[in-house]
Each structure stands twice: as structure tokens, then as C-alpha cells.
């Protein structure tokens, strides 16, 4: 046996295919379909995923401010600001999120479940999120993915 055929072959910047894919959120709840995105984000999804690499595919989201949540989140769950300045904490409602920045809250969500370093950073950044259903990413030819939640 050839002790070369079982190493693992491991993904590196050169070698990931980044494909785009777009995902609507319309009527899907918030938490559900930001850890799939997250997953995709991440590159879970891939047989060559490897975890120190953005071997990730990009993200379109589409249809942000349709989002739900289940419950009472929208006007008792709290999110906190902090603008680094003394005294600079804010608290949001995902509702007034909702009503004055639609995509931060699905960007936000996304991001929570992401790294906390510098590949996360990297990571975020193949996330695109738009409001209504037009982006201007058709010249990547977006594969449409849909979940099952």
C-alpha cells in the first residue's frame, strides 16, 4: 500500500473555489437562516473545508427587512452598542434595528456566529445583504439556494 494515498489534502488560499450564492430571506426566521448562512460563509459545506482557510462561497442575501423572529423578540430582546467613547452605550430593539437598518440585522447575526479573529473578519466580508430583491451581483451568476427550515 502506498502510505501517500491517505494524506489529507488540505485547502489553502490558492487551491478554494469561492462560488456565489443567493439566499432570499423572506419570511425566514432570523436565527435559523443565519447559521445556515454562517455555515456557507464558513465553508462547512465543502469536502475540503479546512479550518484556519476562507474556503467559504459568498453570500447574497436578498429581501433583509422580511426577516421574522419568533415570540417576543422583536421588542424584548435587547442589543447593545458601544461607540468607545465613555459613557457610549446604546441599546437597540431588533424592531427599531428592523425599521432603521434592515440589513444590520441580519448582518449581525450572521457576524455573531462567526470567528471572533481575523479570519472572521475575512470571513465577513464574502457576506453581501441587500433590501428588496435586487443586488448588483448578477454578473457572478448567483446559484439560488433555498432551506429547508
Given at each position: 500500500?502506498?502510505?501517500?494515498?491517505?494524506?489529507?489534502?488540505?485547502?489553502?488560499?490558492?487551491?478554494?473555489?469561492?462560488?456565489?450564492?443567493?439566499?432570499?430571506?423572506?419570511?425566514?426566521?432570523?436565527?435559523?437562516?443565519?447559521?445556515?448562512?454562517?455555515?456557507?460563509?464558513?465553508?462547512?459545506?465543502?469536502?475540503?473545508?479546512?479550518?484556519?482557510?476562507?474556503?467559504?462561497?459568498?453570500?447574497?442575501?436578498?429581501?433583509?427587512?422580511?426577516?421574522?423572529?419568533?415570540?417576543?423578540?422583536?421588542?424584548?430582546?435587547?442589543?447593545?452598542?458601544?461607540?468607545?467613547?465613555p459613557g457610549g452605550q446604546r441599546e437597540h430593539t431588533p424592531k427599531l434595528m428592523r425599521e432603521k437598518h434592515p440589513v444590520r440585522?441580519?448582518?449581525?447575526?450572521?457576524?455573531?456566529m462567526l470567528p471572533k479573529n481575523k479570519l472572521g473578519n475575512e470571513l465577513y466580508r464574502s457576506l453581501h445583504v441587500y433590501v428588496?430583491?435586487?443586488?448588483?451581483?448578477?454578473?457572478?451568476?448567483?446559484?439560488?439556494?433555498?432551506?429547508?427550515?
Amino acid at each position: 500500500m502506498d502510505h501517500l494515498s491517505y494524506k489529507t489534502a488540505h485547502a489553502n488560499k490558492a487551491t478554494v473555489e469561492k462560488n456565489w450564492i443567493l439566499v432570499d430571506a423572506k419570511d425566514q426566521v432570523l436565527g435559523r437562516v443565519a447559521s445556515q448562512i454562517a455555515k456557507i460563509i464558513r465553508g462547512k459545506h465543502k469536502t475540503s473545508y479546512t479550518p484556519n482557510v476562507d474556503c467559504g462561497d459568498h453570500v447574497i442575501v436578498i429581501n433583509a427587512e422580511k426577516v421574522k423572529m419568533t415570540g417576543k423578540k422583536w421588542t424584548d430582546r435587547v442589543l447593545f452598542t458601544h461607540s468607545g467613547y465613555p459613557g457610549g452605550q446604546r441599546e437597540h430593539t431588533p424592531k427599531l434595528m428592523r425599521e432603521k437598518h434592515p440589513v444590520r440585522l441580519v448582518e449581525w447575526a450572521v457576524r455573531g456566529m462567526l470567528p471572533k479573529n481575523k479570519l472572521g473578519n475575512e470571513l465577513y466580508r464574502s457576506l453581501h445583504v441587500y433590501v428588496g430583491s435586487e443586488h448588483p451581483h448578477t454578473a457572478q451568476q448567483p446559484k439560488e439556494l433555498k432551506f429547508k427550515l
